[in-house]
């Protein structure tokens, strides 16, 4: 299995960018797929996930900011992050697994992570 992540990079604060996580070697279609992060010296966090049917859930930080979306059909989810702030600035790795919605999430797969920077 591999989730390979990709479009991290530095942006202003106020900016926007879009993470890509392309996934191989599961039945991408029965997994809810997450996007975490981890700041330095922070513990990492769930920003998003979405179920299999397209539910979503967000952090109250991003909510409203980020966006995340799947392609069943090209195994791909996304993040689309807008409004960005320097408190975004983080390791973000996407995450396949189950997403219960009282509990821990359940992380079956991680990606290798991909840097974001927002600078002030």
């Known amino acids: 299995v591999q989730l390979v992540e990709s479009g991290g990079g530095l942006v202003q604060a106020g900016g926007s960018l879009r993470l890509s996580c392309a996934a191989s070697g599961l039945t991408f279609g029965i997994f809810a797929m997450g996007w975490h992060r981890q700041a330095p010296g922070k513990e990492r966090e769930l920003v998003a996930h979405i179920s299999s049917g397209g539910r979503t859930y967000y952090t109250d930080s991003v909510k409203g900011r980020f966006t995340i979306s799947r392609d069943n059909a090209k195994n791909t989810v996304y993040l689309q992050m807008s409004s960005l702030k320097p408190d975004d600035t983080a390791v973000y790795y996407c995450?396949?697994?189950?997403?219960?919605?009282?509990?821990?999430?359940?992380?079956?797969?991680w990606g290798q992570g991909t840097q974001v920077t927002v600078s002030s």
């Open positions: 995450a396949a697994g189950t997403y219960p919605l009282t509990t821990a999430p359940l992380v079956a797969y």
